[in-house]
């Protein structure tokens, strides 16, 4: 059988996002995974056949540069023993490119270094020419599933959302301040929702930043709800944190990792997307899912610029009205600056559907993934609008010159290249 | 710590596309590392061929002029792109090489440095008057009014720099008698077939002597001995060739056949590669030749019928040629080597440039890293030719520029990079 190593060096949202490509490896492979050290617990249960390889990738306190290299090496040397038949680089950063010098590079996948010149696939390069124009995206797992010769159906790939009996799950923050509701925003949220669930427990989550966020929303909380909190920011490791989210009826998140482990889990997730989140790149992945994204001129911004607009795309979530449309889910209580998407499939995966209020460009982001279905041969016809998109997803380079030999073999067909 | 370590530095070569400057580039990409600096060199040859291409198209030659001018915007902006990744302390370019005036002047604007070495005879190749007042530094092989017109273009810092020889490859050599048997003769000529060469040689028509190098066709008389149909010889067969010759001709070149001696200024890079192999050569005199060489140390010509006489004379004499070659040998070992010329420029560079090199944080390979995984890359650095004390990022430079599976050090080196990039 053959040996397939997925580098993953990212977060742990990323390392749950790459699920599907893990499950179409595993389909003709043995998986490895090479990942951060923190993010082992996780892995263990989501990808349970797996074989791990895990690294210093994250900078931590207590351990120098020079310490991090010298764990690393022997596992690199374990890396490098191994001789993998094909090598998935997920990571555009320096780190993955360093370590892609380990491997043939004609068996390495996504991103690769060859004699100090950094290397993409020309899906990657692709996809760095259509995000451009973010709104027409495509999700992050779907991109990564498509490094697989066939991905397995995305709908696949997380059971079914259903609650759990164990009460409401409340994320505190993600990794970018801006992109998560504050907690004078986030608590009459909650409480309507836990009002509207039957008043089950209420649980808090989050890393001991969080804490100080935890203890805000508190005050803010009625004091009947604030009675029903289990507050567990700060103190769970991520293997009790996998065992809280796993029996909760629904988790409150922005785009977080805890929002995909709870889609993993099969928990329904309710998030909320604003300021650089955008649904159709990161929402969560499986049937049974809610995000409310902001739908403000400037979305999605950039998280490392500053916000010129007080981050409008904020008041929405701060409305009377949005409680009213979050605790109904009917389409006629819309608020303005938010769209309701359900998550949905297609034939390339992961969709969003809006049920209450508009998605923007929602016709540019079908023409796309209709034109990237046929790219990667899932249709027989481009679809409407596809020599738009040709001229500016295709350049010059794609016509002239033939993919490497690694691409995958459908994608290889279309340019005829077998 | 920062520092502006003027023993390591960081140095860009750009290569010219083709030609006579070639070799004498890459001779000072290796002197460079000898020095201890990270020199790169900008593969321009590998452009050629496409720029050779488009003069095969059979379009208008305005046209043509046109596809040729952008193509070379397009490998200067190799260039450009490759000193943004590289960030060197200096840009060396050698004649030719293809560096526009965009380039430069956005070279300049982002404060990089940049030098020339114009290894050209600035009578003949005259384009210089465009481009030297954009580099900061202009090295040249002339002097006297050659200086002077630089500065009047608007280049004040020109530098003398004479050509030499590269000890690695100019050295005495054992040859096998399969080699002595083709490349000897008792008399020889390396080089192009000028005209004054052409004239010259025929006096040396039925002798064992062997013309090597290219342009020599047409010429009837000596046509019968060139070798090898006239075909370019490479630098490591020129060394055979010097070294198995018994008198070398060295006749510096001129477009005029009615001047043989011309006694121009500028001494030829062959002067110093005969030397530095040790060979016997019989040389035409030059304006700046008595400074670099000693007349115990080279057999010098004053006109054609003194280069035939020392010709017959040194012909008769091999004691007195080996002990000329030894002198000479010792001279362009001690003062005339691609080395010395490299020292000189970064002198020059140091001593014009203001604030140059400018100070950068100097971490040493070693710093910072647990015993065992120092003592790997201790041992890396010694098989990368690396100094004990290389700073870490050129150690990562080194091993970055490295083809094939890496080593599971050498990606511990570049990831260690990385993190320190990433996480600071």
């Keep these: 059988m053959q040996r397939h190593l997925i580098m993953q060096l990212a977060r742990l949202g990323d390392l749950i996002q790459t699920k599907r490509l893990v499950l179409s490896v595993a389909r003709e492979a043995e998986v490895h995974v090479c990942l951060d050290h923190s993010l082992v617990p996780v892995a263990r249960r989501v990808y349970p056949n797996a074989v791990l390889h895990p690294i210093h990738a994250h900078k931590k306190p207590g351990i120098s540069a020079g310490e991090a290299a010298a764990a690393n090496m022997p596992v690199f040397a374990e890396l490098r023993a191994e001789s993998f038949d094909r090598v998935y680089n997920l990571n555009y950063s320096g780190l993955s490119f360093a370590l892609s010098t380990l491997f043939d590079p004609d068996s390495v996948r996504g991103y690769r270094q060859v004699a100090g010149q950094r290397l993409r696939d020309r899906w990657c390069d692709l996809a760095f020419r259509w995000a451009k124009e973010r709104r027409a995206a495509m999700n992050l797992s779907d991109f990564w599933a498509h490094f697989s010769r066939d991905p397995v159906p995305a709908a696949e790939v997380n059971p079914q959302a259903s609650p759990k009996g164990g009460g409401l799950g409340v994320v505190m923050a993600g990794r970018h301040a801006r992109r998560s509701l504050p907690p004078n925003v986030l608590a009459p949220i909650a409480a309507a929702l836990w009002s509207a669930g039957g008043r089950n427990p209420l649980t808090l989550l989050g890393a001991a930043a969080e804490r100080p966020a935890a203890r805000a929303l508190r005050k803010d909380l009625p004091p009947a709800a604030d009675a029903a909190v289990t507050d567990f920011t700060g103190k769970t490791n991520l293997d009790e944190l996998m065992d809280v989210v796993a029996g909760l009826d629904g988790v409150l998140t922005p785009d977080t990792g805890v929002m995909h482990l709870a889609a993993h889990l099969g928990v329904p997730v309710t998030a909320f997307f604003l300021s650089s989140a955008w649904a159709f790149e990161t929402g969560p992945v499986g049937e049974g899912h809610v995000v409310w994204q902001a739908v403000a001129e400037c979305a999605p911004c950039l998280e490392s610029e500053p916000c010129p607009w007080d981050i409008a795309c904020l008041r929405p979530f701060a409305s009377r009205e949005f409680l009213r449309l979050a605790v109904t889910m009917r389409p006629e209580r819309a608020v303005d600056g938010l769209a309701g998407l359900r998550t949905a499939f297609d034939e390339l995966g992961s969709t969003y559907e809006p049920f209450a209020g508009e998605a923007p460009q929602s016709e540019d982001r079908r023409r796309l993934r209709e034109f990237l279905a046929f790219h990667l041969g899932r249709r027989d016809a481009p679809g409407a609008g596809a020599a738009v998109l040709a001229n500016r997803v295709y350049c010059e380079r794609d016509w002239m010159t033939r993919p490497r030999r690694t691409a995958p073999r459908r994608r290889m067909l279309r340019y005829g290249d077998e | ?424």
């Design chain 2, 1 to 424: 710590m920062e520092t502006n370590d003027m023993r390591r530095l960081r140095i860009l070569v750009v290569l010219p596309l083709y030609g006579g400057s070639l070799p004498v580039a890459r001779f000072c990409v290796a002197a460079l590392r000898e020095l201890g600096h990270t020199a790169e060199p900008f593969e321009a040859p590998d452009f050629y061929s496409a720029y050779q291409a488009l003069s095969r198209l059979k379009v208008t030659s305005d046209r043509l002029g046109y596809l040729q001018n952008s193509y070379l915007q397009t490998v200067s902006s190799a260039v450009q792109a490759k000193v943004e990744s590289f960030e060197p302390d200096l840009v060396l370019a050698l004649a030719q090489a293809p560096l526009t005036h965009q380039t430069l002047k956005r070279l300049k604007r982002d404060g990089v440095p940049t030098a020339m070495w114009f290894v050209e005879d600035f009578r003949l190749f005259t384009y210089w008057q465009s481009f030297a007042p954009f580099y900061d530094l202009f090295a040249v092989i002339q002097k006297s009014v050659f200086l002077e017109q630089l500065e009047a273009v608007g280049q004040p810092n020109a530098l003398y720099l004479p050509l030499a020889c590269h000890p690695d490859v100019h050295r005495p050599l054992e040859l096998t008698p399969g080699e002595r048997r083709k490349f000897g003769s008792k008399l020889s000529f390396m080089g192009a077939g000028y005209p004054n060469r052409r004239m010259a040689f025929r006096r040396f028509v039925g002798r064992d002597f062997k013309i090597w190098g290219t342009e020599w066709e047409g010429d009837h008389i000596l046509e019968p001995l060139v070798q090898l149909s006239g075909a370019r010889i490479s630098s490591e067969d020129c060394v055979k060739i010097f070294n198995a010759t018994d008198v070398n001709l060295n006749l510096h070149s001129s477009i005029q056949a009615d001047r043989i001696v011309t006694g121009g200024d500028f001494v030829n890079p062959r002067t110093f590669e005969l030397a530095g192999c040790g060979a016997f050569q019989v040389v035409d005199h030059r304006q700046l030749l008595p400074e670099l060489f000693a007349p115990d140390e080279l057999a010098v010509f004053h006109s054609v019928e003194e280069m035939v006489e020392m010709v017959d004379y040194y012909q008769g004499r091999p004691e007195e040629r080996l002990d000329m070659a030894r002198r000479s040998r010792k001279r362009a070992l001690a003062e005339h080597t691609y080395a010395a010329r490299m020292q000189a420029l970064m002198e020059f560079a140091a001593e014009r440039l203001n604030g140059w090199p400018k100070p950068k944080a100097a971490v040493g390979a070693l710093a910072d890293l647990p015993e065992d995984l120092a003592r790997g890359v201790s041992a890396l650095l010694e098989r990368l030719n690396l100094p004990a004390d290389a700073s870490f990022e050129d150690a990562a430079h080194a091993v970055r520029s490295r083809s094939g599976i890496l080593s599971e050090l050498e990606t511990t080196v570049l990831f260690l990079d990385e993190w320190r990039k990433q996480y600071g």
